[in-house]
Each structure stands twice: as structure tokens, then as C-alpha cells.
């Protein structure tokens, strides 16, 4: 649990999409409510379609949200004029996926990172070029290279150009989508521990979305699993990983590989092949383990810190005391 008074306050964040040819819209993001602390990363994990990109964008405003609210350095940024959301912006940044979409082919690197420091006037323009400098050092690469183009550079190189271009303007706080997930395993090490350390010279805040488990457990302070557009599960990143209590949990914990190749024929096939996104969280129907789940599930205590929300018990586990409604 959090205390004190958070970096960033999200709740009840609900986004939806129009549906194809008039039909009923899409509920990408359903309720969802987090706290994340000054100097911390909460990791953001789930399958493909779980809703955790969306959640990214509209917690950055750049997706529009149905309702909810979101607090950035005690300032809510829903009710937020358009100017004042972009003067908010030097606050929070965010990492693409894929470094070979998200630098612009036809700029130099040098203009790729100055553009930021233009937009915010954050430094002095005679500034920009030590500034520049300063960034390219930062993030593990040599100064003499920015007259280069982007395609001259690996993908790990341009992964931390895309982090230095992020990190221009002094945020206090990044969405790292996927930021490793292109890259081959050596630089995701290198990518990954770039980032630790970032975050503990600079005192940065992350919003870790992954799928890889392993890396989220390594980076990852508290985790947060999603599901159909719902937080099923959160917890200290210990307690999430040694002690699930969502069934959905366990399949993604389960669908982890492990060196034995018994071993991991008898956990693949307890992880259904294909669960029911509309149900198990917060519809009607049957969940991935093919219980009955009517209207929305309680939300309930685990531990200290550690929540799940699931009307299914996994018979091995002792039935916590609900949660308070203001902790939702």
C-alpha cells in the first residue's frame, strides 16, 4: 500500500471505442484504479487486448477517456484545459515500442533530441547543444554520432535515443510501453538496466507495461494484472509472483517457460487455450476456469498491500475480507 500523498492517482478509468458499423461500442479500460509513488515503477501486465496500452495513453491524455480521473503531481488532468494538459506534458513522457517507428527517419539524431527542449523552452536556446550533449552521455551513447540519422543506429541505440528524447525535458514521471519487447535478450539486459539506473540517479516514476513476466519481476516495485480491461490483481511484486491469488494470474504465471520439459508440458496444460475475455472480470458468464461469474466481482485482500478481484476462490487459499470501497 501507499502512503503519503502518490506521484500519480488514477481512478475508476474507463475508456471505450465506437463499435464497427453501429454497433455496441468496445470497453477497453473498465474501472480501473492505481497509485504509483515518487521513485517507483508499477508494472502493467496481461495478454494481448487486456487494455494495458490504452490505460498508458489515457493515463498520458493522449487517449480520450469515458470517466475517471487522473492526478499527476497533485493536479487532475481530466478536468485540465487543453493548454493546461500541455504544459503538463514536460511532467510525463512516454517510451514507444518499437525504437524503429517512434524516431523520425529524416531528422538528426542532434534534432531529434533538441525538438522537446524547443517545445518547452525548458533550457535556454544557447543551452540546447550542451543540453544535446549531456542527454546523448546520459543514456550510454557517444556525442559525436548526432549528426546521424536514425538508421544508422541499432535497435538498442535507438532505444536509448528514444529514452533520451523522453528524458529531455526532466519528467518526473514515463509510460514504458514494451520498451524492450523488439529488442534482442542481451540488449533488453542492457535496455532494462539503462532504465534502473536512470530511475534511481534522476528519482524517476515508471509505468512498466509488459508482457515479459521475468523482466517485470526484475524491474517492477508493485504489479498490476489485467484482464478484459479490468485489474483483476495487485500487489507488492513479491507477494503478486509468490502468492497469486487470480486464477487468470496463475495462467500467466503458469504459461512461463521453465527448463524442464516435463515440467512444463504439465503446466501448459492447466493454462486454458482460450479464455473468456468478457466475462471473468467484470461481465456475466464464465470465467478461464469455467465458473460462474455474475455482475462484478468483489475486490478483497490477499495481505498488506496485496489485492485480487474474483468471485472464484481457488480452494487452496483462505477466503480474505473485502476491501474497502475507497480502495478501489
Same mark, same amino acid.
Given at each position: 500500500?501507499? =502512503? ?20 455496441? !461500442? ?6 480501473? %484504479? ?12 496481461? +495478454? ?13 491524455? #493522449? ?5 475517471? %480521473? ?15 494538459? $500541455?504544459?503538463?506534458? $514536460? ?7 518499437? !525504437? ?5 527517419? $529524416? ?9 522537446? #527542449?524547443?517545445?518547452? $523552452? ?5 543551452? /540546447?547543444?550542451?543540453?544535446?550533449? +549531456? ?27 528514444? /529514452? ?22 542481451? =540488449? ?11 530511475? +534511481? ?5 515508471? #509505468? ?52 524442464? !520439459? ?11 487455450? +482460450? ?41 487452496? #487459499? ?11
Amino acid at each position: 500500500m501507499t =502512503t503519503g500523498t502518490p506521484l500519480l492517482s488514477v481512478r475508476d478509468l474507463a475508456v471505450s471505442f465506437p463499435g464497427r458499423n453501429g454497433g455496441a !461500442p468496445v470497453r477497453a479500460v473498465q474501472g480501473v %484504479s492505481f497509485d504509483l509513488d515518487a521513485g517507483q515503477t508499477l508494472g502493467l501486465v496481461g +495478454e494481448s487486448g487486456s487494455g494495458k496500452t490504452t490505460t498508458g495513453r489515457a493515463v498520458l491524455q #493522449l487517449q480520450a477517456i469515458e470517466r475517471g %480521473s487522473v492526478h499527476l503531481l497533485g493536479r487532475n488532468l481530466t478536468t485540465s484545459s487543453a493548454a493546461q494538459v $500541455r504544459g503538463m506534458r $514536460r511532467h510525463m513522457q512516454f517510451v514507444l515500442q518499437n !525504437p524503429y517507428s517512434s524516431l523520425h527517419p $529524416r531528422m538528426a539524431i542532434a534534432s531529434i533530441l533538441a525538438e522537446p #527542449l524547443q517545445v518547452h $523552452r525548458s533550457v535556454p536556446r544557447s543551452a /540546447i547543444a550542451a543540453r544535446v550533449n +549531456e542527454l546523448m552521455e546520459l543514456v550510454g551513447l557517444d556525442p559525436g554520432t548526432l549528426q546521424r540519422y536514425p538508421h544508422e543506429f541499432s535497435g538498442g541505440q535507438r532505444q536509448r535515443i528514444v /529514452i533520451a528524447r523522453a528524458l529531455a525535458v526532466h519528467p518526473d514521471f514515463v509510460v514504458c510501453d514494451e520498451p524492450v519487447s523488439s529488442l534482442d535478450v542481451r =540488449t533488453q539486459a542492457q535496455i532494462v538496466a539503462l532504465l534502473q539506473s536512470l530511475q +534511481e540517479r534522476l528519482g524517476l516514476s515508471y #509505468l512498466f507495461i509488459a508482457h515479459d513476466l521475468a523482466i517485470v519481476r526484475h524491474v517492477a516495485h508493485r504489479v498490476a494484472v489485467m484482464f478484459g480491461g479490468h485489474i483483476v490483481e495487485m500487489g507488492d511484486t513479491a507477494a503478486v509472483f509468490e502468492r497469486p491469488g487470480h486464477p487468470y494470474t496463475r495462467c500467466l504465471l503458469d504459461s512461463v517457460p521453465v527448463t524442464d !520439459p516435463q515440467l512444463q508440458r504439465q503446466r501448459l496444460a492447466q493454462v486454458p487455450l +482460450e479464455p473468456d475475455f468478457r466475462a471473468h472480470a467484470g461481465g456475466s458468464g464464465r470465467c478461464v476456469f469455467g465458473h460462474d461469474h455474475q455482475g462484478g466481482p468483489a475486490w478483497h485482500w490477499l495481505g498488506p498491500g496485496h489485492g485480487v478481484s474474483c468471485r472464484y476462490w481457488p480452494p487452496d #487459499l483462505a477466503r480474505p475480507e473485502p476491501m474497502p470501497d475507497s480502495t478501489a
